[in-house]
Each structure stands twice: as structure tokens, then as C-alpha cells.
């Protein structure tokens, strides 16, 4: 075992050694090019200091592309941060959610033809439909022609996360212990990094994700996901159904705005339930996510990103909300130190001051409508105050930014707060209470075992 993890980290090293030789200064003049056509173009786009702002993020973007996986999910991660970093470079780092290299066809056939001998495809499309990270999506067509989706994790991408994940671990054992114990937070954020990729290369995982959130959103009409096929579903391949449908982020005005309006208020209220009535949710409800299919439903896709939060941390965020409409900076203090890990030299006093000074900034009628500002802006605070919160709450910021920058797309004069705030009470009491009416009911069954039953802690969803 010592081994191999020393094998990787020796390959990840030479691989980062060959980055910083070429790699590196790719990036930066590709990012010369790109940033001098587009001030040939339009020089007033920016100011001065966001030229160079969008110039960092391009040598960014470039360099994460080249330096591998996990780089590359990290710069994915600071593009969805504009609580904390300005928008112009979180701006050219989105493009690393779509700019990635795909796998070539006969690597992908290869491992298609290896996972399913008896060669259920009659016709397999070689242009990928998506590429990701970890994974690619084709086009296929079964033996009896159902058309469907298959998705592949890119072969040689779990021994590359591995290899970069034992070089961080590695500096990090090499730190003064001193140093280490400021750093406490990176090492959680590394380990969240970890738990994250292992989730998303086992395609298992996202096959249990569409199972349970089809079952659960037959409750609603409007919404639908894709089946999957369990007898042909690996930890690296997974076939779904395949959808006809055009993508919320590509509608235009053959649209009409009524239905546009229509469009934005449900998938706001649907993934604010998704995220406070059951604790599951999509983490990466962008456009391209979710589709308007020919019957007038909305379809979710791709859930190989979700974030769960626990009942304790659903009640947390509630009470954030809640502290928000009363104006009350130590509610909404008390409930983000709830459920976050306090370091030892936390400053309570200068926290609650940024915690009011967001309140105060967020006094207006304009502000108030922009509700994912507000949980942005207090989050920033926690994360400057030096607490570190589950990263779940990562995703959860990511989402609600997400599909409030799709919400406005469709609807520019949404009013986000009017929308949230009884979709989010709602939820959060109707999951409660169907918790407490199930415990209840275990309850009822053998009450001779009662005392035995009783949690000991808050149990999650």
C-alpha cells in the first residue's frame, strides 16, 4: 500500500514539474491572446483593474485544464465563489465547467465492448453529447432501437485524482505541525475534495441518486427525471434514458415570456424543496441540467453532483432565513455557528459585526429580492471569520446561485425572496413533521424496545 502511494505521488510530482516547465506558460500566453483580441474588440468592457482580474483568471483556467482533475474541480469550485472572489475571475473560471478534453472514441468503445460482451448497442454516436471532469456522455441506440444516454468515466481518471490527492496529503504531513494546525481547514477542504470524487466516479451512486429522486418527484407533475437501466450499470458505465427536450438555458422568444415567468418560479421552488423538505438536492441546476421536454414538464439531468444536508443543518439554514425577514444578525449568527466547526481562536465579536454589516448593506427593496445574495454574503463572513462549514453548504451556495442566475435568465423581474420564502417554510415544516410522523410510527410498532430506539443524536435524512 505504501507502494503504490508512493508511486503516486512520484508520478503526480513529475506531472506537476512538466506543468510548471510548459504548462504554465501556455496558459499565460494563450490567456495574452485571448484577453488583447478581446480588448481589440471592445476596450470599455472592463475597467482597468478587471482587465487583469479576467487576465489571472484565464491563466487560471488554462492552468488548472493542464494540471489535471482535481485542479480542475478546485477551479470549478472558485468559479461558483463569488461570495468570495471578484466576479471576473470567477467568470473565465466557469469555463472550466465547460471546456474539457474528451476521451477519444476508440478508448470509450473499448471500455463499452469490455463492460457489456453481448453488445447490446447497435450504433454508439462517436461525438460526445457532454464532457466532464470525471466522465463523458454519448449518444446510443439499443438492439431495439430505444434511444438512449451512456456514461462513461474517462479511463486512467481515477488513478490521476488519486496520484494529485497523495501529493496534496503528502505536503500537507511535510508542514511544520505548528502551521498544520492553521491549516486545519484546507486539510477538511482536501478530505471533502476527496469524499466528493469518489462519489462521482462511481456511477452506482448517481443510478441511486436518479432512483430516489424520481420516486420522490412523482409528487410533483411538472418535474421528471430520466430512467436509468440497472442491468446495465457499472461503477463505471451507466445507461438513462434518453430525453428530447431543449435546455431551460437555450430557450428563446418562441417562448413566450408568461411561460418564461411560469418556467423560473418552478424550478426555483422545486430545488429549494428538494433542498430543505428532504435534505437532497441537484448541486448543479444550470441551464443545461434542465430541460423543457415537448409535454411541457421540466426535466433534471445529470446527478452526479447533489448535495444532502441533515435535518439539524436543514433547521439551521431555515433560521438563517427566518433571522434574514426579522433583520436579527445574532439569529442568523447563532445558526451558522450551529452547524459549523469553530476554530479555537474564533473572534465572536468581530464576526457578529460582519454578520450586521451584511444587514445593514441588504436594507433596501432591491437588495432584498436577491435572497442567494444575502446567504452568499453571510457565508462569506463565516468562511473570513475562519469557520469551517460541511461542504454540502458549498453546494448548497453553488445551487442556489445556479438557479437563481437561470431563474433570471427566464425571468429577469423574479422576485427570488417572494418565491423562497414560503417554498422554504413549507418544506422545511412538511419534512419535519414527516419525520416526526415516522419516527412516531416506528415508535407505535414495539414499544417494548422504545427505550432502545431513542436517538442519541440527530439523526440525518
Known amino acids: 500500500m505504501k507502494l503504490k502511494s508512493r508511486k503516486n505521488l512520484l508520478k503526480a510530482s513529475a506531472r506537476f514539474i ?52 482535481v485542479f480542475v474541480k478546485f477551479g470549478q469550485v472558485l468559479a461558483s465563489r463569488e461570495d468570495i472572489l471578484p466576479p471576473s475571475l470567477c467568470q473565465r473560471l466557469s469555463k472550466l465547467y465547460d471546456k474539457q478534453n474528451p476521451t477519444p472514441f476508440h478508448q470509450i468503445k473499448k471500455r463499452v465492448d469490455e463492460a457489456f460482451p453481448e453488445k447490446p448497442f447497435s450504433h454508439i454516436e462517436k461525438k460526445a453529447l457532454g464532457v466532464g471532469t470525471v466522465g463523458q456522455v454519448h449518444r446510443a441506440r439499443l438492439k431495439d432501437q430505444t434511444e438512449v444516454v451512456i456514461k462513461i468515466i474517462k479511463p486512467g481518471i481515477k488513478e490521476a485524482v488519486q496520484q494529485d490527492l497523495s501529493l496534496f496529503r503528502s ?41 430516489e429522486f424520481k420516486e420522490r418527484c412523482r409528487k410533483n407533475p411538472r418535474i421528471y427525471v430520466p430512467d436509468c437501466y440497472p442491468s446495465m450499470l457499472t461503477e463505471d458505465i451507466m445507461v ?49 441540467n ?79 429580492r436577491n435572497l442567494e445574495q444575502l446567504v452568499a454574503a453571510l457565508f462569506q463572513q463565516a468562511y473570513r471569520a475562519g469557520l469551517y462549514l460541511p461542504p454540502a453548504t458549498t453546494v448548497f451556495i453553488k445551487a442556489m446561485v445556479t438557479v437563481e442566475g437561470l431563474a433570471r435568465t427566464l425571468d429577469p423581474e423574479i422576485d427570488i425572496k417572494s418565491v423562497a420564502t414560503g417554498t422554504v417554510l413549507k418544506a422545511s415544516a412538511r419534512g419535519f413533521f414527516s419525520r416526526l410522523t415516522q419516527w412516531g410510527r416506528a415508535e407505535s410498532k414495539d414499544p417494548a424496545q422504545n427505550e432502545s430506539r431513542v436517538p442519541k443524536s440527530t439523526p440525518r435524512d
Open 240 to 288: 438513462m434514458e434518453y430525453l428530447e427536450g431543449e435546455p431551460l438555458g437555450s430557450l428563446n422568444d418562441r417562448v413566450d415570456s408568461p411561460k418564461r415567468k411560469e418556467l423560473a418560479t418552478l424550478v426555483v421552488r422545486e430545488v429549494l424543496t428538494q433542498v430543505f423538505e428532504k435534505g437532497h438536492f441537484h448541486g448543479d441546476p444550470h441551464g443545461g
Open 171 to 211: 505536503v500537507l504531513s511535510l508542514l511544520p505541525p505548528k502551521l498544520r494546525k492553521d491549516l486545519v481547514m484546507i486539510e477538511h477542504a482536501l478530505e471533502d475534495l476527496a469524499e466528493s470524487f469518489g462519489a462521482e466516479m462511481d456511477l452506482r451512486r448517481e443510478a441511486q441518486n436518479l432512483l
Open 18 to 69: 512538466t506543468l510548471g516547465s510548459w504548462g504554465v506558460p501556455i496558459a499565460t500566453a494563450r490567456a495574452l491572446q485571448t484577453v488583447a483580441s478581446e480588448w481589440a474588440q471592445d476596450s470599455s468592457r472592463h475597467s482597468g483593474s478587471d482587465w487583469m482580474l479576467v487576465f489571472c483568471g484565464e491563466v487560471l483556467a488554462g492552468s488548472f485544464q493542464s494540471a489535471g482533475p
Open 290 to 368: 434542465l430541460l423543457l421536454l415537448p409535454d411541457g414538464r421540466v426535466a433534471f439531468i445529470d446527478l452526479g453532483l447533489t448535495g444532502e444536508l441533515s435535518l439539524s443543518a436543514r433547521r439551521a439554514l431555515t433560521n438563517v432565513l427566518r433571522a434574514m425577514l426579522s433583520r436579527n444578525p445574532d439569529q442568523a449568527m447563532d445558526a451558522l455557528l450551529s452547524f459549523a466547526v469553530v476554530p479555537e481562536n474564533f473572534d465572536r465579536t468581530t464576526f457578529r459585526a460582519g454578520v450586521a454589516q451584511v444587514y445593514k448593506e441588504f436594507k433596501g427593496k432591491a437588495q432584498q
